[in-house]
């Protein structure tokens, strides 16, 4: 089966943010006791029978009946719960307009708790290596020929049957070999008290070497000798049984059934027979636990060479000992235990420089020498700070006066191309550019908003903003890009700053 990217793939499961909000201790409270009482078919709950039920654990002491409300209302938001008006409870109109309502919890709500249930006993599950899995396994495959003849009902409860041996199967020996392989496994091997249950342990896992070894042998054989024409008619068997069952909200996809079916059948084949030149999973599990079992022995070893090594080396101690014993005084003693201990106190120094090799044979002396800047440790050492000289941006100032004179001049010719006289007058105007209208509407309303109706252009010019004559209220000035209807406003230059001074 490959991977199909849908929308049901890739849209976000609003069910699952009770886990994570920031109240979701409460949250999950709440949908806990709505799981544990739909295991007992109590599905209808009222938000009284929530409140009362938290009030009596020490956490919920000032929990109140309106934080409840606010915590069902969040709940059902996010579709963990379902809700139904209960309109049996109203006796008047004020009751019916409260809305008192009963929650259930919904599907995806159900799965996820009991998702949570199984992740918190995880750790009280013990896997094991059950070779009478493998017997079983054996035994239902022999009945294939025999269910090629039986009916879709027979076929289906067969079907279910292996699969459920064959999960198991998969799922022990994976969580028993993952358990062996963890370092917390492999630090206890290492220790002596390991040593007591040694001898057990490696007879376990050898019983198991032996089971494996005869049924999957037994099963791969079995396999290669079954007819396809035998192995087809059951998996077709199995797939309509499956497609019979009914189903309440969910749409039955004989496609996706077919390819779950028949992946299970190609998963259980492989895990015998392997696949494209690949070893099979029997096979791997089975170097796997020799290679455990070759692991515990050497580790059993080392710690009793440790054992032996203690021992053989007591008669040095006990002679060095009677060393220090001879020595004259405490510098004579301090000298034998620099030759026989070497520094107690030894400083190291640590730098995150950039090695030229990673070997972990090369030498101090066979790498290059790198310099490190120590810095004092005093409370007010500061580094110095890097000064830079003043930079002259005169050429650039100079630059930009220059362009802008240019532009004011460009601006000021075009303008006065409009001028009748020293007036303005939007009535009276040709079409104009875009920017001749931004700079007329410009001055225009800056002489508006002025105090006295005056004001002063950008090379200082003095203008006085006339309102439109009676006969002549309203105006159409156009331009390049569309038409401006306004009143007929006159702009009417009065001097300039050079003339007024």
């Not at 580790?299 to 021992?311: G, M």
């Not at 520094?343 to 790198?370: C, L, Q, W, Y």
């Amino acid at each position: 089966m490959k991977l199909e990217i849908t929308s049901k793939l890739t849209k976000q499961i609003d069910e699952t943010r009770y886990l994570t909000a920031d109240n979701a201790w409460r949250y999950r409270s709440i949908l806990r006791f709505f799981y544990m009482e739909s295991e007992k078919m109590k599905y209808w709950l009222y938000k009284e029978d929530i409140f009362e039920e938290l009030r009596e654990h020490e956490e919920f002491k000032e929990y109140t009946l309106d934080m409840c409300k606010q915590d069902l209302d969040v709940l059902l938001s996010w579709k963990n719960l379902t809700a139904q008006q209960d309109t049996s409870r109203a006796s008047t109109v004020q009751e019916f307009k409260n809305k008192q309502f009963r929650y259930q919890l919904s599907e995806y709500s159900v799965e996820i708790e009991r998702l949570t249930i199984r992740l918190e006993n995880l750790s009280s599950k013990s896997a094991s290596l059950e070779p009478s899995l493998l017997e079983r396994l054996r035994e239902e495959l022999k009945k294939i020929p025999q269910m090629a003849k039986l009916s879709e009902k027979e076929v289906g409860s067969w079907w279910n049957g292996l699969n459920s041996d064959f999960k198991r199967l998969n799922q022990n020996y994976q969580d028993y070999i993952r358990d062996l392989y963890s370092i917390k496994a492999e630090e206890m091997m290492k220790t002596r008290e390991f040593m007591v249950f040694k001898d057990k342990f490696i007879e376990y896992l050898r019983d198991f070497v032996k089971g494996l070894q005869h049924h999957a042998n037994a099963i791969e054989y079995g396999l290669k000798k079954l007819d396809l024409q035998d192995i087809d008619s059951v998996l077709k068997k199995a797939v309509d049984y499956e497609i019979s069952i009914p189903r309440l909200e969910i749409e039955i996809n004989e496609k996706v059934i077919r390819e779950n079916i028949y992946g299970r059948w190609d998963s259980l084949n492989n895990w015998f027979l392997g696949t494209r030149g690949r070893a099979s999973e029997a096979e791997r599990l089975l170097n796997m636990t020799n290679d455990i079992i070759r692991k515990i022995t050497r580790y059993a070893f080392q710690i009793s060479e440790s054992r032996n090594t203690a021992i053989n080396r007591k008669e040095e101690y006990r002679k060095l000992a009677q060393m220090f014993s001879n020595c004259q005084d405490i510098k004579e003693a301090h000298k034998l235990s620099s030759v026989s201990f070497g520094i107690f106190h030894m400083k190291h120094i640590k730098s995150d420089a950039h090695r030229e090799t990673e070997s972990i044979n090369s030498d101090v002396f066979d790498e290059s020498p790198g310099v490190l800047t120590v810095k004092p440790r005093v409370r007010g050492y500061r580094e110095k700070a890097q000064r830079s000289p003043i930079r002259s941006n005169a050429e650039k100032k100079e630059a930009m006066m220059l362009k802008i004179k240019t532009e004011r001049e460009n601006e000021r010719q075009t303008i006065e191309n409009y001028m009748l006289g020293d007036t303005i007058d939007f009535s009276s105007l040709p079409v104009i550019e875009r920017h001749v209208r931004s700079t007329l509407l410009k001055w225009l309303s800056r002489g508006i908003n002025s105090a006295g109706g005056r004001c002063k252009t950008e090379d200082g010019r003095i203008y006085e903003v006339e309102a439109p004559a009676e006969d002549k209220k309203r105006c159409v000035v156009r331009c390049e890009d569309g038409d401006l209807e306004m009143p007929a406003y006159r702009i009417r230059f009065v001097r300039s700053v050079n003339e007024r001074t």
